[in-house]
């Protein structure tokens, strides 16, 4: 079992900026797919971005794309999401996720194996 904890969550008004973290305390994921999704109030949830456990692929949501940059440290265990020009409409929970096998997509929640509880992030006009 691994553990995911998100942090980074908070309040930011539109144009702002926000890192979120997941780190998973103990446990070695160098080998794992990350991925970050995300959902809304009475929306489903949503793939964000995720990134090949090399940290030599990545993958973005079209909405996303330009604003928001995925990384990760297999060092220190930690995948970043870095989020710049943030949008009321990206006001969601977001949910850092961990997958054993690439399948050729991040796109997916099926993919992934092991889920964090999510950080609330809330972006106001």
């Known amino acids: 079992q691994v553990q995911l904890v998100e942090s980074g969550g908070g309040l930011v008004q539109a144009g702002g900026s926000l890192r979120l973290s997941c780190a998973a305390p103990?446990?070695?994921?160098?080998?794992?797919?990350m991925g970050w999704f995300r959902q809304a109030p009475g929306k489903e949830r949503e793939f964000v971005a995720g990134i090949h456990w090399s940290g030599g692929s990545t993958g973005y949501a079209d909405s996303v794309k330009g604003r928001f940059t995925i990384s990760r440290d297999n060092a220190k265990n930690t995948v970043y999401l870095q989020m710049n020009s943030l949008k009321p409409e990206d006001t969601a929970v977001y949910y850092c996720?961990?997958?054993?096998?690439?399948?050729?997509?991040?796109?997916?929640?099926?993919?992934?194996?092991?889920w964090g509880q999510g950080t609330q992030v809330t972006v106001s006009s």
């Open positions: 103990g446990r070695t994921f160098s080998s794992y797919v």
């Open positions: 996720a961990a997958g054993r096998h690439y399948s050729g997509s991040y796109h997916y929640s099926r993919d992934y194996d092991y």
